[in-house]
């Protein structure tokens, strides 16, 4: 595996890594790793997108492909779309990246992600190969809006209520913010302060990358001088977003995880979450108090939707922002935590400050530490905390009655990354000087 061909994904700068005689040759490759004749394909707003789409149609015509073009939209959309379909869906899109980037995300007919192992290592063979198969017939491009359709589908889930509320939106010059304008159009109880809807691929007021601080700021800003409710921001292709309370403090994942688990559970689905290994011990503490089960994944988005598809459950996250609802096809959808979120506002008599109050109880830190073997550092580690109880879910976590880390290697730097957590910051501070010993020496 070599760049820009990654783990879960085809992402990289433009044209260097990725360019339109890549995606020409992707295009045509395609057909022969997944035997299809039929494909839904969308982009994002990126300076780059329209020319990488006309290639990549280009490439999958000439294998004879009907191509089914949503044109500009958000992953969210083409996700739904594909799997109320059932086709394969591509969306071209390097997400929250900065503007130089560009790619591919692929989508199976149920929904899942197509991750390397599931045929984009064949589709790299076969580029690098440069040997593709000949078709008898050309295939046909046919274009069709479906973010009206999306919209309205989402404006369905919208809370009923004579409750007025104000809700600062920022979406970084990304897809988003054609999106909101239409969802919200005819919702009078709502009222919907844009940042930044215009969709731009220079990013000209920062990047479209929620959980980096210095891209929320104007936000925050908006949500105190306005007096808003909440605010919310969307990553650049809209599958995740993230909740500010209403003095102007990130709700975090974990947080969130825990106010959608409370509110639905009277729903019609199992309640069983699904979150990943770097979740608080205070997400499981809480969770067993409203008799939840749950369960720890390793990181990745793909590992949540195929769990919630396949045992059943109401909700999964990752630490990241990915949250999703077995109510919305399992997809992670930005869009669709955003009203989630405005429901549990109108059901409530609470400001979103006072809604998380309390839930994250232990401490914790996260850190990265650059080494030069990061495999010995882990195995000293494991030698040294052998009599706590070790999982391999993903890198490997120990856990002891009043802490527990988890540490791990980066898949693309020499850098393992932990994390720590303990009931109170003197065990906290601890361990965490315990653990550094080892791995600073």
Excluded at 10 to 23: A, D, T
Excluded at 221 to 230: A, L
Aim: glycine residues 6%; negative net charge.
């Amino acid at each position: 595996m070599e760049k820009p061909f990654t783990p879960r994904d085809v992402r990289g700068i433009y044209p260097s890594q990725v360019n339109e005689e890549l995606f020409y040759k992707i295009g045509r490759a395609i057909p022969q790793v997944f035997n299809l004749k039929k494909i839904v394909i969308g982009r994002d707003h990126r300076l780059s997108s329209d020319s990488l789409s006309d290639s990549l149609i280009s490439g999958l015509i000439k294998q004879g492909v009907e191509v089914i073009d949503l044109g500009f939209t958000t992953s969210p959309t083409i996700s739904i779309y594909a799997i109320e379909n059932k086709i394969m869906s591509i969306m071209i899109t390097a997400s929250h990246n900065p503007k130089e980037y560009n790619g591919l995300k692929f989508g199976a007919s149920d929904g899942n992600y197509i991750m390397y192992d599931d045929g984009i290592d064949k589709i790299e063979e076969l580029v690098n190969k440069n040997i593709f198969f000949a078709s008898e017939i050309e295939g046909i491009k046919n274009i069709v809006d479906f973010n009206s359709e999306y919209c309205l589908y989402l404006r369905n889930f919208i809370k009923k209520s004579d409750k007025k509320i104000k809700i600062a939106v920022d979406t970084g010059n990304g897809v988003g913010g054609p999106i909101i304008e239409e969802i919200f159009k005819n919702v009078e109880n709502i009222e919907i302060v844009p940042l930044f809807f215009e969709a731009d691929g220079n990013y000209p007021n920062h990047d479209a990358d929620p959980s980096k601080e210095e891209n929320i700021s104007d936000l925050k800003k908006t949500i105190v001088e306005k007096n808003c409710d909440f605010g919310v921001a969307f990553d650049g292709d809209c599958d995740r977003c993230k909740i500010i309370d209403e003095n102007a403090n990130i709700l975090g994942s974990e947080e969130f995880l825990c106010i959608a688990a409370k509110f639905e559970e009277n729903s019609n689905f199992d309640k069983i979450a699904y979150f990943d290994i770097w979740f608080s011990q205070s997400v499981k503490d809480f969770l067993k108090n409203i008799d939840y089960k749950f369960e720890a994944l390793p990181m990745g988005a793909g590992n949540y939707r195929r769990a919630l598809l396949e045992k059943g459950g109401t909700l999964a996250s990752e630490f990241s922002g990915h949250i999703f609802f077995k109510e919305n096809y399992c997809v992670d959808d930005g869009f669709f935590a955003f009203i989630k979120a405005i429901n549990y506002y109108l059901m409530s008599d609470e400001k979103y400050s006072k809604l998380r109050e309390g839930i994250l109880k232990w401490k914790s830190v996260n850190k990265n530490y650059r080494v030069d073997d990061a495999q010995n550092v882990i195995d000293r580690i494991v030698s040294n905390f052998s009599n706590g109880r070790i999982s391999r879910i993903d890198g490997v976590t120990i856990e002891f009655d009043d802490f527990w880390f988890n540490i791990r290697c980066s898949l693309t730097e020499p850098i393992i990354r932990m994390k720590v957590e303990a009931k109170n910051n003197k065990i906290l501070d601890n361990k965490l000087s315990e653990l550094e010993n080892i791995i600073l020496i």
